[in-house]
């Protein structure tokens, strides 16, 4: 008991409690490595991703300020700019369709027609349009689309390194692109990237907007045909009936041996296809066209596809003295890439 000014109070007895304090310390103390690690962490992180983004851009002395020549917008020590993706098409073909629910699985898409250089070198024809060989799998258009370009020329002195001819990056805005989708089922559009001080070309890119789309996996096999051994010399070419331009899916003139195939002895061979796979709409009609030669003329052949959700479809055509079988592979795409 203790008094004060008369009064008496109460005092409460005092406990030191060490463990308590030392666990509490402890405590606050691994709290603190914690975000110390964590600071440490955004650093590092920070410096790696300006590390890559300077990788990536390069200063512009016509537009005076710096760009970028590649994808930037991801967590770039993180996101492999040059990985190959393993998705292959065809991934639903197989999958049935619910009753009535195609019209829920079709999705916008893309196709890149045609990719052409305009050159003022003496050493290159003033335009020319480049040989593709993809992409490999349909393309969902479902923000942006974003296209890289780094085109060089191989010198032929083994000393010198390759001359660059342009390189920078154009984005496909399908936002932008979706605003026609409801007059619209086919929209085409012109990417440029022009020329300067340090891209003496200037590049043109052709692509396809495709609303309802479906992907389609094309192949093309050489048959026997009455009893000989079949032989193929020609183009394979792709289009819809709305777009009209075609995408090239075979060039005998590309091939070794004066680009003549012929069927094996087991009655047939795979065509190699530069590309096979493009989207469609589902109110399209794929349009397949095979130009053959021969001794005696040039065949020419069309054969028309009905897009489907899934599955596929075929024909067996006679195309001069060329039996082929042409066939189509149907299947949605898929913009959920977990799935």
């Known amino acids: ?25 402890a405590a606050a103390a ?3 490595e914690r975000e110390r690690q964590e600071k440490a962490r955004k650093r590092e992180a920070a ?29 770039l020590p993180v996101f492999d700019l040059d990985e190959v993706s393993d998705v292959a ?5 197989a999958t049935p369709c619910p009753p009535g629910q195609a019209l829920r699985l079709v999705t916008e898409m893309v196709n890149v027609l045609a990719v052409r250089v305009i050159s ?41 390194d390759d001359k660059r001819l342009s390189k920078g990056l154009k984005m496909i805005n399908g936002v932008l692109l ?59 070419t792709a289009c819809t009936s709305t777009i009209q331009d075609s995408i090239l899916l075979h060039d005998s003139k590309l091939l070794a041996a004066g680009g003549v195939m012929a069927a094996d002895c087991n009655g047939h061979t795979a065509i190699p ?8 709409s589902l109110y399209e009609m794929l349009i397949v066209t095979i130009v053959a030669q021969s001794g005696d003329g040039v065949y020419k052949r069309t054969i028309d596809f009905t897009p489907a959700v899934n599955g596929g479809d075929e024909a067996r055509i006679v195309c001069g003295l060329t ?15 977990d799935e």
């Open 1 to 25: 008991m203790a008094e004060v000014d008369g009064d008496y109070t109460v005092l409460e007895p005092f406990f030191y409690d060490e463990e308590a304090t030392i666990s509490e310390a």
């Open 30 to 32: 691994e709290r603190r």
């Open 47 to 75: 410096a790696a991703h300006a590390a890559a983004l300077d990788r990536i851009r390069e200063y512009d002395p016509d537009e005076e300020k710096y760009i970028y020549t590649r994808y930037h917008y991801g967590d």
């Open 89 to 93: 098409p065809m991934r639903f073909t």
């Open 120 to 160: 003022p070198e003496s050493t290159l024809p003033d335009e020319m349009s480049l040989t593709l060989t993809g992409p490999h799998r349909g393309l969902v258009l479902f923000d942006y689309v974003y296209i890289e370009i780094d085109l060089k020329m191989k010198m032929n002195d083994d000393q010198q």
């Open 178 to 236: 979706a605003r026609y989708s409801s007059k619209n089922k086919a929209v085409v559009q012109s990417l440029t990237l022009p020329s300067s001080t340090t891209r003496p070309c200037t590049v043109q890119i052709a692509c396809s907007y495709i609303s309802d789309g479906f992907e389609a996996t094309i192949s093309v096999e050489l048959l026997h045909y009455q009893g000989q051994r079949g032989h193929f010399c020609g183009q394979i």
């Open 273 to 280: 296809l530069l590309r096979r796979v493009m989207a469609v």
């Open 323 to 337: 039996s082929l079988l042409v066939k189509v592979n149907w299947s949605r795409m898929n913009i959920i890439t």
